[in-house]
């Protein structure tokens, strides 16, 4: 469903992505894990065509969206769901006009139906009753679900969740990843998960990708990756300062 072939991306002055290749299968939540400034959010960008590659080919269901154009980008991005990594709520609009926006942006419902599927969607994430509050007077974990909320509001094929549990206690951090599980088995969903939590990765994916200086280094399934002996991943997996992954600062 989602596939990069030797993707290339320099930003700045720093090749941020050096030949990234992966494939995502269809219904599977797929973790990408790496230190910070590993180029995750980056990829997750590529995927959707916010950035375009310098070189390489990046192919949702089968289609070639490196070099597309906007019109053809706003077709493929209806696909999509995107979890921000700063949950992005606009503070001007309330719960509900936050969640109904890109509802109507894409004016495909009625305005009963949308009142109707932000009902829905809110309840999905647990904040049912909540569409008139405003973002400020939200704690942060509920922030993040409302986002959740409004990144599932037009029922995604896929959805990208850009460090879904970072900045929420533990407990919340449960409850969103236990949310990320049901999406997948409610909605057939397929995820792509950004994260250095390990214990999320654990708990939501299927497979994890982890990405060192522009590369994919390891694939594996989470069990192999459990009980894998390869330095890297004792040393990601444990976060421990001896180990392969060059000291940085
Ligand atoms: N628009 C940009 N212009 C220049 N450099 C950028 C840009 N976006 C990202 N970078 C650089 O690319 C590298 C990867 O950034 P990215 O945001 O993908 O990291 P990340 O793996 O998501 O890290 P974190 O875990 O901290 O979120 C960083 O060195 C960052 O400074
Ligand atoms: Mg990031």
Redesign the pocket.
């Known amino acids: 469903m989602i596939e990069f072939i030797d993707v290339h991306k320099t ?2 002055n ?1 090749k ?1 992505l050096d030949g990234v290749s992966f494939n995502i299968e269809k219904g599977e939540t797929f973790a990408i894990i ?12 590529h995927i959707v065509g916010l ?1 375009a590659p310098d070189s390489g080919k990046i192919l949702i269901d089968g289609t070639d969206i490196s070099n597309a154009d906007e019109t053809f980008l706003a077709t493929i991005r209806k696909k999509f769901g995107f979890l921000f ?1 700063s949950s992005a709520l606009l503070n001007s609009l309330s719960v509900g006009d936050n969640i109904g926006l890109p509802l109507r942006e894409y004016q495909e419902l009625s305005e009963p139906e949308i009142k109707k599927r932000i009902d829905e969607v809110l309840e999905i994430v647990g904040l049912k009753g909540t569409e008139d509050l405003m973002p400020s007077e939200l704690s942060g974990g509920m922030k993040k679900r409302v986002s959740l909320a409004r990144s599932i509001a037009r029922y995604p094929d896929i959805i990208l969740y ?2 879904p549990t ?1 900045g929420v206690d533990p407990i919340m951090g449960n409850i969103i990843n236990h949310l990320i599980i049901n999406l997948r088995e409610r909605l057939k969903i397929t995820s792509v998960v ?1 994260t ?1 939590d390990m214990k999320s990765t654990f708990m939501v994916a299927n497979r994890i990708a982890l ?1 060192y200086h522009g590369k994919i280094i390891r694939t594996s399934s989470v069990e192999d990756f459990k009980k894998s002996d390869d330095a890297f991943i004792k040393q990601f997996v444990q976060g421990t300062s001896q180990g392969p992954f060059e000291e940085e600062v």
């Not at 790496?34 to 960008?45: D, E, F, I, Y």
């Open positions: 930003l700045g720093k941020v790496g230190r910070s400034g590993a180029g995750k959010s980056v990829t997750l960008k950035i990594q850009d460090e970072t950004v250095h990405l």
